[in-house]
Structure formats: C-alpha cells, structure tokens
C-alpha cells in the first residue's frame, strides 16, 4: 500500500515556526516519523512539500496515474480558502485525510473553516507531529475498510 503525504504552504518552516502553536519538530522529522511507522503498518509513503498552490494541484493530479491508495494533506493555510485544493482532492476516488498540527477549532476563528474536509474521508487535528502518525493511520484503516 502506497499512501501521500502532501504538505502544504509554510510548512517547510516547522520547528522554526511559532512554536506555541507547532512544536519545535521540522518537517524533516514528521516525513522520519512518518517513514518510520509505515515500515511498522507495512506500507510505503511519499512525502512532498510545496509553496505554490498550482504545484500542489499538479501533484494532487498526478495521483490519478500513480499506484497511490490513499493521500495524507495538511495543507496549512491552503485549508481556509482554497477551492483549487479542494477540487482536486474531490477528483480522487481514494481516501483523504485531513491533518493538522494545532487545533484550529482552539485558535482564530478564520482557521475554523476548512474548505477541504467536505471531500476528505475525515480530519485529525491538534496533537503536533502525531497528527501525521494518526492521519497516516486512519489512511491505511480507510484502505483496508474501502477494500473489504
């Protein structure tokens, strides 16, 4: 089972970012965890970093060709606005889910609103890195249920 982790804008600035809010682990370490835990479930993942909301779309696109059962996204604050995101994950007939570091029902209430969690399979929110581990759990059940 292949699954992707797609992570979304700023991202790349974890463990240098607001820490209050995101910990102090860089995106280097969450990918190493993630890694580590799909040896563990027996799956493979891809993880994949982007600034630019069209890359992220393209790579959301290219799903459709690939031999990937399930996607894992915290796509920061793409999750507020953008319908671009949203449209593109619509497209996949495999399991999404939805992750985020902080709880975003705790912090401004813009963060509130996801225009991405009406297409995902579910949404997991503030436990910091195990966010991730969690997501890309829930993904391999969704797979393994999907399939049954």
Not at 81 to 97: C, G, T, W
Request: hydrophobic letters at 45%; a negative charge.
């Amino acid at each position: 089972m292949r699954i992707l982790v797609l992570h979304g804008v700023n991202l790349n600035m974890f463990g240098r970012r607001d820490p209050t809010h995101y910990g102090t682990a860089t995106l280097a370490q969450i990918d190493s965890g993630l890694e580590t835990l799909a040896a563990e479930l027996g799956v493979t993942v891809e993880c994949f970093q982007t600034n630019h909301e069209g890359e992220m779309v393209e790579r959301i696109h290219k799903v459709m060709d690939e031999e990937v059962q399930a996607v894992v996204i915290n796509a920061g604050a793409w999750t507020h606005y953008s319908h671009a995101i949203a449209d593109a994950l619509a497209i996949l007939k495999i399991p999404v889910v939805e992750v985020h570091m902080s709880n975003v029902h705790a912090r401004e209430s813009f963060r509130h609103n996801s225009v991405l969690s009406g297409v995902c399979t579910g949404s997991i929110c503030g436990f910091g890195p195990a966010s991730y581990l969690l997501g890309l759990r829930a993904a391999r059940n969704a797979v393994i249920h999907m399939n049954k």
